[in-house]
């Protein structure tokens, strides 16, 4: 037809090679693109494994950072403690005499605390469940701070749930009321202090009023992780965020107290250690 070019088998041959040339470009550039995607997946999952060992190893030196931390308090005297925070603190923060160990006993840990209120009920140990959920989800080096309002004659714990807290590994106990069971809770080795021992139950009186709040306990305000540390001389409440500080001073007067008995067995004077190591 005339206008119309019309092309034989050499014009074609003629083209073939652009067309085969355009194929193979094709052809590398998207084998380019999945080896891209690929590569990209594998970077991108990578980055989020990378990530998460990285959240893991943070959670675990955090662990080990606060059992480090209570490890260290557990040597340390309530006496120091006590002194080392009206130095740095300005304020009292242990318990009064009233609050006393069911047997002589000596632990450190982390404040779980446990509030109950008082009021009259006839639902039973359902309106406790609570406090004894805390008691489950509680990690170990935890200690059970529970207050119970009004309660220095009603047992704000026994031997159950001593049990339950010695097999989860808490570190003990410290109830702003009464505890029972007491010859059981000896037995088993768990240490509890408390304001008295009584027969009493909280079941039917009390109704458990929240875990993990700040609290008032004998007079002293514990918030949830503060450092809770006990020994026969009583019981004192380390606020979690002075910590380490209130840690090395009191190591520190411990250092000096425990040097100058030698030096007062030596010299027979009090005076001339006072005056030595300023310490007393």
């Given at each position: 037809m005339?206008g119309?070019p019309q092309?034989?088998?050499?014009?074609?041959?003629?083209f073939a090679?652009?067309t085969?040339?355009?194929?193979?470009?094709?052809?590398?550039?998207?084998?380019?693109?999945?080896?891209?995607?690929v590569?990209?997946?594998?970077a991108?999952?990578?980055?989020?494994?990378?990530a998460a060992?990285q959240g893991?190893t943070s959670?675990?030196a955090a662990?080990?950072?606060?059992?480090?931390?209570?490890a260290a308090f557990r040597r340390?005297?309530?006496?120091?403690?006590?002194?080392?925070m009206e130095?740095?603190?300005?304020k009292?923060?242990?318990?009064?005499h009233?609050?006393?160990?069911v047997?002589?006993?000596?632990f450190a840990?982390?404040a779980?605390?446990?509030?109950?209120?008082?009021e009259?009920?006839?639902?039973?140990s359902s309106?406790l469940?609570g406090m004894?959920?805390?008691?489950?989800?509680g990690?170990?080096?935890s200690v059970?701070?529970m207050v119970?309002?009004g309660?220095?004659d009603i047992a704000?714990m026994g031997?159950?749930m001593?049990?339950a807290?010695?097999?989860?590994?808490?570190?003990?106990?410290?109830?702003?009321?009464?505890v029972r069971d007491?010859?059981?809770l000896?037995r088993?080795?768990?240490?509890?202090y408390?304001l008295?021992?009584?027969?009493s139950?909280?079941?039917?009186h009390?109704?458990f009023?929240g875990s993990?709040?700040p609290v008032t306990?004998d007079g002293i305000?514990?918030?949830p992780?503060?450092?809770?540390v006990a020994?026969?001389?009583?019981?004192?409440?380390?606020?979690?965020a002075?910590?380490e500080?209130?840690?090395k001073?009191?190591?520190?007067?411990?250092?000096?107290e425990?040097?100058?008995?030698?030096?007062?067995?030596?010299?027979?004077s009090i005076?001339k250690a006072v005056?030595q190591?300023?310490?007393?």
């Amino acid at each position: 037809m005339r206008g119309v070019p019309q092309y034989g088998m050499p014009e074609l041959r003629r083209f073939a090679p652009y067309t085969i040339t355009a194929g193979i470009l094709t052809i590398l550039a998207l084998l380019v693109s999945a080896v891209s995607g690929v590569r990209a997946r594998a970077a991108t999952q990578a980055a989020t494994r990378a990530a998460a060992s990285q959240g893991a190893t943070s959670a675990s030196a955090a662990t080990t950072d606060s059992t480090q931390l209570i490890a260290a308090f557990r040597r340390v005297e309530v006496a120091s403690l006590a002194d080392a925070m009206e130095q740095l603190l300005g304020k009292k923060m242990y318990m009064s005499h009233r609050m006393r160990p069911v047997a002589p006993s000596r632990f450190a840990g982390t404040a779980l605390t446990v509030l109950l209120k008082k009021e009259e009920n006839k639902e039973g140990s359902s309106a406790l469940q609570g406090m004894l959920a805390a008691i489950d989800q509680g990690p170990p080096d935890s200690v059970y701070v529970m207050v119970v309002e009004g309660g220095i004659d009603i047992a704000g714990m026994g031997g159950l749930m001593g049990t339950a807290m010695s097999a989860r590994g808490f570190a003990g106990a410290v109830i702003d009321g009464g505890v029972r069971d007491t010859n059981y809770l000896q037995r088993i080795g768990f240490p509890v202090y408390a304001l008295g021992i009584v027969p009493s139950t909280s079941v039917g009186h009390y109704r458990f009023s929240g875990s993990n709040i700040p609290v008032t306990c004998d007079g002293i305000h514990v918030d949830p992780n503060d450092v809770i540390v006990a020994d026969n001389d009583g019981v004192v409440v380390v606020p979690r965020a002075r910590a380490e500080e209130v840690l090395k001073l009191a190591q520190e007067l411990d250092f000096k107290e425990h040097t100058m008995y030698s030096y007062i067995e030596k010299y027979k004077s009090i005076l001339k250690a006072v005056e030595q190591f300023g310490r007393i």
